[in-house]
Nanobody
Framework: QVQLVESGGGLVQAGGSLRLSCAAS????????MAWFRQPPGKEREFVAS????????FYADSVKGRFTISRDSAKNTVYLQMNLLKPEDTAVYYC?????????????WGQGTQVTVSS
C-alpha cells in the first residue's frame, strides 16, 4: 500500500506560481510511475503530467506543457508539481497518483487532493 498526501494548494493571481507537494509513504518501488491529475469545477478529472519514479520520461498535457514540471525528491520520497505562469483555467482540485505497472495501467493510489484557485 502507498499513502499519498498533497499540500501546497492555494489562491494565486494569474501569472503567478505554486508548487504542489505529494508525500508518499508505505511501500514504494523504483518501477512505479507518478502523475498529477486535476478536476476543474463542474468538469471531469483530467491528466496533467506523469513520469517515472526516478523522474524521467516525463509527459505533459498540451494545456500545461512548458509551464508545469513534475519531479520527485528521492530523499524525501515526495513528488512535486511546479506550476508557473498560472492561468484562471488552471483552477481545479489537483490530485497526485501512483501506478504500479505490475498491477496494471491504471493509477492505483491517489491522494486526497489540494485546491488551486487562480484569480484573473
Amino acid at each position: 500500500q502507498v499513502q499519498l498526501v498533497e499540500s501546497g494548494g492555494g489562491l494565486v493571481q494569474a501569472g503567478g506560481s505554486l508548487r504542489l507537494s505529494c508525500a508518499a509513504s508505505g511501500r514504494t518501488a523504483s518501477r512505479y510511475y507518478m502523475a498529477w491529475f486535476r478536476q476543474p469545477p463542474g468538469k471531469e478529472r483530467e491528466f496533467v503530467a506523469s513520469g517515472t519514479w526516478s523522474g524521467g520520461n516525463t509527459f505533459y498535457a498540451d494545456s500545461v506543457k512548458g509551464r508545469f514540471t513534475i519531479s520527485r525528491d528521492s530523499a524525501k520520497n515526495t513528488v512535486y508539481l511546479q506550476m508557473n505562469l498560472l492561468k484562471p483555467e488552471d483552477t481545479a482540485v489537483y490530485y497526485c497518483a501512483v501506478r504500479d505497472p505490475i498491477i496494471g495501467n491504471k493509477y492505483n493510489y491517489w491522494g486526497q487532493g489540494t485546491q488551486v484557485t487562480v484569480s484573473s
